[in-house]
């Protein structure tokens, strides 16, 4: 080996062995983290009044129930035929759904009050194997809105000889619901703030802002309804049945969650 191949050995071998030290300034590195933590507190706003989806809430409700006479009701009289000649069973439901049709309309409930429903009569019918006869079934939906008309158009059902009830079912109109709503709705937000105010006086707490509101509306009314009286409850001489319809029920809830602090 010559002296130039020895000294270029001895230069690889020392480049191999140097250490590389790295020096970092602790004020730069101070620097940098305090704008880190600055950056995440911007970010995070904890100053902000806005609560966030984490924070901790109470759900309480509210419910009220309200009493009131119904004002709309509604009649579900049905009438059958039975024989064995489809053609004289169909004439006698139509000439029948004419009749109570018109003697409806000579008490005063409006022609928009009256529906007609037999069961598509043209095609429907039940034929009885044993008897061999064909029954058809006709049913009138009768709407009065005072309780002076359903009384008028219940003496006048009684005469047409139905086959099922002939009291009607007292329901609430429309209007009459909503407005019943309205204060129902009124009175159960009330309480449902009632309770959380006592809760957060018993447990330590305040309350804050509303996080949602779930409202369930009207959860069903009707209390006690009149026991239907059918064509065999009325004697042939008792053309008048007095309409007693009460008071029904509507119940009203909501459910409420307030943020909490």
Not at 52 to 68: F, H, I, M, Y
Not at 81 to 94: E, I, Q, Y
Not at 162 to 186: I, M, N, Y
Not at 209 to 234: C, L, N, Q, R, T
């Amino acid at each position: 080996m010559n002296q130039t191949e020895g000294n270029s050995a001895n230069e690889v071998k020392t480049s191999s062995t140097k250490a590389v030290t790295v020096r970092i300034n602790p004020w730069w590195l101070s620097g940098v983290l305090a704008v880190g933590l600055l950056v995440a507190v911007v970010m995070w706003q904890p100053w902000s009044a806005q609560p966030s989806a984490g924070d901790r809430t109470v759900t309480v409700s509210g419910s009220a129930t309200l009493q009131a006479e119904p004002d709309e009701f509604v009649f579900y009289p049905t009438y059958e035929f039975s024989g064995g000649d489809k053609a004289a069973g169909l004439a006698d439901l139509t000439a029948k759904s004419e009749e109570v049709v018109a003697g409806l309309k000579k008490v005063g409930v409006a022609d928009k009050d009256i529906k007609t429903n037999a069961n598509g009569y043209r095609d429907y019918y039940y034929y009885n194997e044993v008897d061999k006869t064909h029954t058809y079934s006709l049913q009138v939906t009768v709407t009065a809105h005072t309780k002076a008309d359903a009384q008028k158009a219940q003496d006048y059902l009684l005469t047409t000889d139905p086959v099922g009830g002939v009291t009607p079912q007292s329901t609430f109109s429309t209007a009459k619901q909503k407005e019943l709503e309205s204060r129902g709705r009124d009175q159960a937000t009330k309480e449902a703030r009632t309770k959380a105010d006592q809760q957060a006086k018993n447990l330590g707490f305040t309350v804050g802002k509303v996080k949602s509101v779930e409202d369930s509306g009207d959860s069903g009314y009707g209390g006690v309804m009149p026991m239907a009286a059918s064509a065999m409850d009325i004697s042939s001489t008792q053309k008048s049945l007095a309409v007693q319809p009460g008071q029904n029920d509507l119940t009203y809830t909501v459910q409420v969650t307030y943020y909490i602090k």
